[in-house]
Every structure is written in C-alpha cells, then in structure tokens.
C-alpha cells in the first residue's frame, strides 16, 4: 500500500478540533470523508494520522498526515482531487508527496512550530474575526521577551500543561520562543512563534496567556521564572483562547515535500 504525506492548511473555527468525532465535525473527518471518495480502503473505514492533534478553533498552515492507500496516485493529481472533494470545507491540501512506508506523521516528526497570533486595539478585528485574540491596550514587547527567555531549553512544564494533558512526561524542551510587533491600523499586533520537538496540552495557550499577563503590568517579567519553577498549574497565568492559536509547521529529515 503506497503511503502519502499530505501538507493541510485549515480555518479550525467550524471544527470540534483535528480529531474525528462521531457526532462533531472534525478536519481529520473532513479528509477522510474526501479520501473515501476516492480509495476503497478509506470507503471501508481506514484511518490517516497527524502530527498534532488540534483543539477545537485551532488553525494550522502546516499541518502533517499520512495516508496508506490501495490506489497508487500521482502526488499532485492526489492534492488536487482532495482539494475537489473537500470543497466546501475551509481545509486544503497544500501538497501530498510520496514517502517511505517507515515515514509516520507523528513519529516521525523532529520538531513543530506553532504561532499565536494577538492584536491590541479597542475597535473591535473584523476580517481577522475568530482568527485572532484581542485585547485592548498595548503590550510591552520587551517586558513578555524578557518573560519568555526564562521559558528556553529543558524545563518542567507542569505549570503550563492541561489537567488532561495525555502526556508521559512534563519534561520538554523549548527550543525557540520569538516575539514580534507589527503596526495594524489603531492598534498592534503580536505573533508568539514558538518551536520545539513536541508539545504538551495547552503548552503553547498557557505561556502566551502567562506572557500576556507580563506584557499587560500585571506580572513582573521575573514571575515567569517563579511560575516554572513552582511546577503547578495554579501558578499559571489564564490560558487564552484557541482561536489564535496556529500550527504552522512540522519537521523532518529529510523533508518530503518538494520546495
């Protein structure tokens, strides 16, 4: 059975998250209805797996999954059958490449990058509606840099983890966490692009929501460290909401798409 790699972009707003549901929505039910369209395996219930599992109102432009099918597919003429049958549903298949019958989506991974995206200006965002968090005042960008340099390298991230978080371990490493201001109009926006081999539930919610806390005045920037090192939930700032929240890429080596 040849295995494929699909590279999917997708507005998360309309889903339950990235899992199949039997009573909700979902992009991975979104895709494997559209497969079925076109493999008999997938007509007959088969599965695709991802990188990440997605919340519920969480985007992605780079998400990951692979699919074993029956029929041998020209890898472009795959992407674009898909991308007919998804129609109308807000997920793409921005690429599908053939891949070694070792290449697992998840397992495979070496690292995956996420970006939160957060405007500050009191009119309310209106084309960027649901795809954004939004608060009202300005932060301070040097302040949350400071916060977020104690959050690099191997930690225990109990703190910043879900109740629910499935996950063996607390322990992770954050490899990268980049702050950047851009000018919008009456207002600001901050794009938190965080990078690491995995993540935990709600990782990347609660440091942006912990970090907001921090550019707000309402925590000093050394309280981050405090908050880590306490390793409990309680000591966590809010979590903010999923629909700023995008998984914007996921690493390999090799890499299987072209370009």
């Not at 697992?104 to 690292?111: K, L, M, Q, T, V």
């Amino acid at each position: 059975m040849p295995r494929f790699a699909l590279l999917i972009d997708y507005d998360g707003t309309p889903f339950a998250g990235w899992q199949a549901q039997a009573d909700q929505p979902s992009v991975q039910g979104a895709i494997e209805a559209a497969l079925a369209r076109l493999d008999p395996g997938f007509a007959q219930g088969a599965r695709i797996a991802a990188a990440g599992r997605t919340d519920a109102g969480v985007h992605a432009t780079g998400q990951v999954a692979h699919a074993d099918l029956l029929r041998d597919w020209d890898p472009f003429r795959l992407s674009e059958a898909l991308n007919w049958h998804l129609k109308p549903a807000p997920v793409a298949i921005l690429s599908a490449a053939r891949v070694p019958d070792d290449f697992h989506a998840r397992f495979s991974a070496h690292e995956r990058r996420y970006t939160f995206r957060l405007v500050a200006r009191r009119a309310p965002v209106t084309h960027d509606r649901g795809r954004v968090w939004q608060v009202q005042n300005p932060l301070d960008l040097d302040a949350m840099r400071t916060g977020a340099a104690h959050l690099l390298g191997l930690h225990d991230f109990t703190t910043f983890r879900s109740t629910m978080c499935q996950s063996k371990s607390p322990v992770k490493t954050l490899d990268e966490i980049r702050i950047e201001e851009i000018a919008i109009p009456q207002g600001r926006e901050y794009r938190f692009h965080l990078r690491a081999r995995s993540f935990l539930h709600n990782q990347v919610r609660s440091i942006v929501g912990t970090l907001e806390r921090v550019g707000a005045g309402a925590w000093p920037a050394d309280r981050v460290a405090e908050a880590l090192a306490a390793r409990d939930r309680a000591a966590c700032g809010p979590v903010c909401p999923p629909q700023g929240l995008y998984l914007t890429g996921v690493g390999y080596d090799p890499a299987p798409f072209p370009g």
